[in-house]
Structure formats: C-alpha cells, structure tokens
C-alpha cells in the first residue's frame, strides 16, 4: 500500500479548515494545528460571494451545498439599500439576481456558523486537528519539512502550508517582509436581533463612517462599521466602550440604525483595526506555501477576504490532487493564484479608501459613486464571476521556484490623454503618472492629447495611419494603459473614444488589450459627472478586455511637481495609489511574458 503524503496545515481558520477539508478528501493524511484551545461560537458575519460558493462546491462532494444551508439564503427580488447618514436613499443595490455575469447572489453568513461547516467537513474527510499549538517555525529539505510547534516539540512531513492569518509565523520565516500596514481605519462589528430594519441589507455613508448591514437568518443582522481612525484607538476600548463610542459617533444618524448598534450583544462585539499587505512576488519555499490571509491579507472593503481564502483551498487541493511532486504543485497554485488575489487586494484598499468618505469631498464622490452606479462595488462584479478549473498534470511542469526565484520584471506602462488643448489638466495628470511610473523602477510613454488626434477610426486605418500604427506598436508593448478622461458632458472625450476604437486593429494571439492592467482616471470638479466618466471608462476597458478589476480615480486637478517629503494632497494620493496598483498588475503581466528587470518595492 502506497503511504499516504502528510500534509500540515499551520492556522485552523476558514481557508485552513477549507484546504483540510479538500486535500483529506483527496486522500491526503491532514493535520490542522491551530492556536485556539476551543472553537468560539457567536461573533459576526461575512459575505460569501459567488466565487467564494463555487470554491466550496469545487473541494468536495456536498461542502457546497452544505455552505449554502448555513447562511441567509438571498430571495431573486433583494435589494440593499445604499444610504447616506440621514437616511436618504442614494440607490437599491438589486442582490438576489440569479443570472449575469457573476451567476448568483452573495451569501451572508455567521462566521461561526461557516468555521463549524468547514470543521466537521474537514474531520469528516480523516483531517486530525492539534488544539492550543502554534507553528513556531520551520526547516525545508528535498523531500520532507521539519515544523517545529509552539510546545518545543517538531515532527516531519511532506508539505506545510501557511494558513496562519496576517501576523503568519510560516510567512515570517519565508518572507521576512515585516508587519502588515494600517489603511487607516477600524472595524466595530456585531449582531443584533430584532431590528426594525428587517432582514434586508443596508449600506449606511456617513463622513468617515460605513455601516455594512446584512441579514444572517433568525431575525438577525450582522453590522460592521468602519471608522477612520488612529492605529490602536478604538481596539484600546475594548468591545463594550468601544459600541458606546460608536453610539456617540453615531449621534444624528437614521434613528433606526443607531438602534441597530444599542440593541447589539455586547458579547458579540469585535473591534479590529484594518490592515493588508502589499502583494508579495513568492509564495512558496519548495514544499512551503502561504495561503489566505497569510498570503494576500486584504481589507475587507469588497467582502472577498473569506471567498479568497476558499478559492486558494480549492486550487491547492486540485492541484495538490493532479501532481506527484509536491513542489511542482504549489507551484501551480502559486502560479494560479498570484496575480488574482494581488489584483483584489489592490482594488480592495482602493475601494476601502473610497468608503470612508473621510472629509467632505470624499463623502460627495462616495456618495456620487453609488448614486450613479447604484451599487456599492463595481469591482466586485468582475471579482465573483471566477469559476474553478481543474487541471491535471502539467505535461512539462516549469521549474519549481525556491526562495529568491520569483522575480517581477520591468513593466511598460502607456498613458492616454483624451484632452486636445495643449498642456491641458489631463496632459498634466498623464505625465504626472508617467513620472511617478518611471520613479517606481518601470517605462512610461505618454500620448498627450494633440497625439491622439486621428482621423474618424475605420477598420484597417493603422494601414494607411502612421500616427495609428506607432500608437497601436505601442500598446502591443503595454503592459499597462492608463485612460485619463476630462468629464465631458458625464461622459468621454470623443478623442479619447476614437483612439481606443483603433485598438479594434490590434491582432495576434492576444488581441485588443487582453491580459493588461487599465487604470482610470477623470479629471473635473462634479462628483456626479466623474462618477459617471468612471463608469463608462470601466466599461470601455472591459470591452477591450483588460484587466478584470480595472483602478480608477477621480482628481480635480493636476498635483504639483512635488518637493521631497512632501506630505501629499488628496488628488496626488489617490493618483499616487492608482499608479502603484496599476505598476504592480503590470509587472506581473510583464514577469509572465518574459520581461528583463525587475520592479523595486513601491515608494
């Protein structure tokens, strides 16, 4: 009888308990050491999404099915009413649709309620779980691992896999990249029963304040409210001064949802200050892989932090299952799984600085934002469509990186004004971008407006176009594309919209834009009008097929060319960050096609 691989699994949170439940039920001998020395009940919720759902079906026979019977189960008409602090409806966000691109509604569930269905999937499968221990630390060799346990004790197997949570100790010893960084607010949760807002989901905007509400069954709602904050103050109030904070912040809101935090189980209150990490270049260490928020921890601004944790259980016990050499295996995974979760982290802060509205220009694009997209998140569309693919064994597996080898090479990024007055507000924004591209380690070409002014596309014009052609060879060298737009009437500049229709004349084996990061941007002063200049932008990129969660910002103007150590203006942040977001999916794209270089840790 062939002798069973043994698997450890450091951290017995969801993406843990997922992967043990996935790889014992494919015959692998699982041990889940876990830091706890009994499992919580209560707490709050989360939202599994539909990726997330499908990532359950995909590790075993009924664990989906088993996850859906657990949560509140989203009716075809549902709605989430998107308001502002007062009560004033701004939109209802259509949730129980079963049908579109992302193939079903979200699910809002006990965090308890999940951990517990997981659990008893994972035993059920042979998983063994080792109470009250933590992996301290490890020691990689050809063809075992050596873990050694926070009781002084070690033991051997065949592969270790990192689901220790953002302060993992299995990432500390891979990577040794420092703590997690604070995005600069605090999260307050809890549940409450009873609440005249009925079983129905709220999204409540109030000036440096987001309430989240969401139905769970039982006549209850999970809550969480995140707060702009310093590091450290609200979780030094401990839960029950915390609520009474809040309470107090809360002063003026709609009646019915301060009520929501008063009627709260003060023991089911959980405060924590918000934290990612940027996105890491490796993931494994030969028979050592990171997985959920070990590997990508992401703010939880697009409800994705448990749904990723899932789709990474789902791809390693797959590819675990498809390969004889465990090395090549995570590998794949690694592979699989980078670039996505990199690409929702990013868009994840992005979206979580957008939520905070924390001043009063902040609070009006919020607010525009959703009124005109009437929803919360249009990133997360594209985030939930992902569905799982099974592999079977690479016929030639690429080589198996160890500690070092994964490098991202020197991305190219192109920046497309669509203003055709010289030295225009979004000329300015292009080459301000540019610069801090090329100031980040990559190549920037900016196409000012004047550049871009071509005839009225027809198929084939680059044939006869030099203009055309050179700005067409261009983008074939992208590997990113930034869309500056002035807000023209709410919507694009029609120089802009002919530039991109000559993209149609891109051809080969990745036509259009196929695989590039697309960040965007819309210069003017109407929140309303750059909301709406964001979304058609959004649109465009997805038509050309870019990249699945494209960045935007809106600024008001141009930054100034800035002095060293500058403290920065709310335009040139928000610049700033959409430039690093892009730089970052850029250079993956650039490491995959087989670029030379390599991008330094960002400013």
């Not at 008409?77 to 939109?91: F, K, P, Q």
């Not at 033991?155 to 953002?166: N, V």
């Amino acid at each position: 009888m062939t002798q069973r691989q043994t698997v450890f699994i450091a951290g017995g949170g969801i993406g843990g308990l997922a992967a043990a439940a996935g790889l014992a039920a494919r015959g692998f001998d699982v041990t889940v050491i876990e830091r706890a020395a009994t499992l919580r009940e209560g707490g709050s919720g989360l939202m599994i999404q539909p990726n997330g759902l499908r990532a359950a079906d995909a590790l075993g026979a009924g664990v989906g099915a088993r996850v859906r019977a657990t949560g509140h189960a989203t009716a075809p008409d549902e709605v989430r009413v998107l308001m502002d602090a007062r009560g004033t409806v701004l939109a209802e966000e259509p949730v129980g649709a079963a049908d579109g691109p992302v193939g079903g509604p979200p699910m809002p569930v006990l965090r308890s309620a999940l951990h517990r269905v997981l659990l008893d999937e994972a035993v059920t499968a042979g998983a063994a779980l080792r109470m009250a221990t933590t992996v301290e630390d490890y020691t990689g060799h050809d063809d075992h691992v050596t873990v050694r346990f926070s009781d002084g004790t070690a033991a051997t197997c065949q592969a270790l896999i990192g689901a220790d949570g953002i302060h993992s100790a299995v990432r500390r010893r891979m990577l040794g990249d420092g703590p997690p960084v604070y995005r600069g607010y605090t999260s307050v949760r809890g549940r409450t029963r009873g609440s005249v807002l009925g079983q129905r989901g709220h999204v409540v905007n109030g000036r440096g304040i987001q309430l989240f509400v969401a139905p769970v069954g039982d006549d209850t709602l999970y809550w969480t409210a995140k707060i702009t904050a310093a590091e450290g103050e609200w979780p030094a109030k401990g839960p029950e001064e915390a609520r009474r904070a809040l309470l107090a912040a809360l002063e003026g809101w709609y009646p019915p949802v301060v009520d929501l935090v008063r009627a709260a189980d003060p023991g089911d209150v959980v405060v924590t200050d918000i934290h990612d990490r940027e996105p890491a270049a490796r993931w494994t260490d030969h028979r050592v892989a990171l997985l959920g928020d070990a590997a990508h921890p992401m703010v939880p601004a697009l409800g994705q932090g448990a749904n990723m944790a899932l789709e990474d259980a789902a791809v390693l016990a797959d590819r675990l299952g498809a390969h004889d050499r465990i090395p090549t295996a995570l590998a794949a995974y690694a592979r699989e799984r980078m670039d996505r979760t990199a690409a929702v982290v990013l868009s994840s802060r992005r979206q979580g600085a957008l939520d905070q509205g924390a001043d009063r220009d902040g609070e009006q694009r919020r607010n525009a934002r959703m009124r005109a997209a009437g929803r919360k998140d249009q990133d997360a569309l594209d985030i939930a469509a992902w569905r799982p693919v099974s592999v079977a064994a690479d016929p030639a597996p690429a080589p198996v990186p160890r500690k070092g080898d994964d490098i991202v090479h020197t991305p190219h990024v192109v920046l497309l004004s669509g203003s055709l007055r010289a030295g225009s507000t979004s000329d300015r924004v292009a080459q301000w971008c540019a610069r801090r591209v090329t100031a980040k380690g990559a190549t920037a070409r900016v196409f000012t407006g004047s550049e871009l002014d071509f005839p009225a596309y027809r198929p084939g014009l680059a044939a006869c176009h030099e203009g055309v052609a050179g700005f067409l060879d261009e983008l074939r060298r992208a590997d990113g594309v930034v869309l500056v737009s002035p807000t023209y009437h709410a919507s694009i500049s029609g120089l802009l919209k002919n530039a991109l229709d000559a993209v149609n004349d891109i051809d080969g084996p990745q036509p259009l834009l196929d695989g590039r990061a697309i960040g965007t941007v819309a210069v003017g002063a109407g929140p309303q009008g750059a909301a709406t200049t964001l979304t058609t932008l959004r649109t465009i990129a997805h038509a050309l097929r870019g990249w699945p969660a494209p960045l935007g910002v809106a600024v008001t103007r141009a930054p100034a060319p800035a002095a060293v150590d500058h403290r920065q203006a709310p335009d040139e942040a928000r610049l700033d960050e959409m430039v690093h977001q892009v730089l970052w999916l850029a250079g993956v794209r650039a490491a995959a096609s087989g670029g030379t270089g390599s991008v330094p840790a960002a400013a």
